[in-house]
């Protein structure tokens, strides 16, 4: 996997987000049995930044904690597959699958982690798997949606020894 990662904020979180963004997508991208080598771009912007972002691709505006925005259409999440029509989203220069973009603000990464009471880390992992799991095709949509993302956000990072405080 490699992950194209920036951060536009003057944030200083007090662990290395580019290492623990590797870490969480890697291991989704395990849990999931992910068969390609993939490409992720992860950006940390602030609550300007993603309201933006959320309004021009989404037409909301609003800022909002994490943006997915998926490479490949899945029929079935978790089920990797490369069709004819998404043949573009193979890296002509890599040949990596581009399985999508992430962007979170790390104004609510702060107030989040604060609201719900636990760390930082925490919150930015959570964050990370809950837009990793976007971007291999689950939803939250409805109850039983949301719950399977629940489920599987909590396993990722309770493996990872991230666990609320």
């Not at 309770?158 to 609320?164: A, C, M, T, V, Y």
Request: charged share 30%; aromatic share 8%; hydrophobic share 35%.
């Amino acid at each position: 996997m490699e992950l194209f990662f920036d951060n536009d904020t003057d944030t200083v979180f007090d662990f290395d987000c580019e290492d623990v963004a590797k870490k969480v997508i890697n291991a989704v991208l395990k849990s999931e049995g992910c068969p390609f080598d993939t490409e992720v771009n992860l950006l940390i912007t602030d609550n300007e930044g993603i309201r933006e972002y959320n309004k021009n691709m989404r037409n909301i505006d609003s800022p909002t904690d994490v943006l997915s925005f998926p490479g490949l259409d899945f029929e079935t999440p978790g089920i990797y597959e490369i069709t004819d029509d998404e043949a573009d989203h193979i890296d002509p220069e890599t040949g990596l699958i581009i399985l999508g973009d992430i962007i979170i603000s790390a104004d609510r990464v702060l107030s989040q982690a604060k609201e719900y009471g636990h760390s930082i880390l925490r919150e930015f992992a959570f964050l990370t798997a809950h837009s990793m799991l976007h971007l291999s095709g689950y939803d939250h949509m409805s109850e039983e949606e949301a719950a399977v993302m629940e489920k599987k956000q909590e396993d990722i990072l309770k493996g990872l020894g991230i666990n609320r405080e």
